[in-house]
Structure formats: C-alpha cells, structure tokens
C-alpha cells in the first residue's frame, strides 16, 4: 500500500521561511517524480513544483524564487521550503507521486499524479 505522508506544516508569520517533508512509503520511490500542489480555501488545488527522478526541478510561475524542491531518494523523502511566506502562501500543502520511466519527465497536471498525502496546512499570519 502506497502512503505519502507530509509534515512541518504550521502558523508562521511574513517573512518566514518553512520546510515541509513528505515521506513515501510502499513505493520504489527513485521511479517517481514527485510534486508538491496546494490549496488554499475556497480554491483549487493547484501546481506548486516537482522534482524529477533526476532530480531537476520545475515551479509553477508564482513559486520561481521562493520555492526550492529536494528529495532524499535513500529516505524516501522529499522536501518544500519556501522563502518569505506571504498571507497568500496559506493552503494545505499536497505531496503527490507519478510514476515515470524517463528520469526527467515531468508534470504540473495534478490529473498525472496517483498517489497522494493527506496534505499539511499552512497559515501565515501575523
């Protein structure tokens, strides 16, 4: 059974900086690229970045900059952190898993994504 599983959510105020981390499990986790989505209230749950299986990065346009995607293929983990949290950065954050044969194929469509967390939340308030 595949589990994904975020943590480091939590309140923070602008300006801060926040790691989230999204452990896999029942999975061979170097043959998936793995994305982070999130949502904010009252919206949609949109693209945030991903990570390929050869460890390239892709953000979505309002991330660029503040937004730094890793992972750690012998833990099973892959990591968020974002810079400069704005009121605007409050969502519960997702991490999903797609399965890939190319090591730098990647997608921004959460419809490619099979498996995911139960999300983390993220307030930014001062």
């Known amino acids: 059974q595949v589990r994904l599983v975020e943590s480091g959510g939590g309140l923070v105020q602008p300006g801060d900086s926040l790691s989230l981390s999204c452990v896999a499990s029942g999975l061979t986790f170097s043959n998936y690229a793995m994305a982070w989505f999130r949502q904010a209230p009252g919206k949609e749950r949109t693209f945030v970045g991903v990570?390929?299986?050869?460890?390239?990065?892709y953000f979505a346009n309002y991330a660029k900059g503040r937004f730094t995607i890793s992972r750690d293929n012998a833990k099973n983990t892959v990591q968020l952190r974002i810079d400069w949290l704005q009121t605007k950065d409050r969502a519960v954050y997702y991490c999903a898993a797609a399965e890939r044969t190319s090591v730098q194929t990647m997608s921004s469509d959460r419809r490619d994504y099979a498996y995911w967390g139960q999300g983390t939340q993220v307030t930014v308030s001062s």
């Open positions: 990570i390929s299986r050869g460890n390239r990065a």
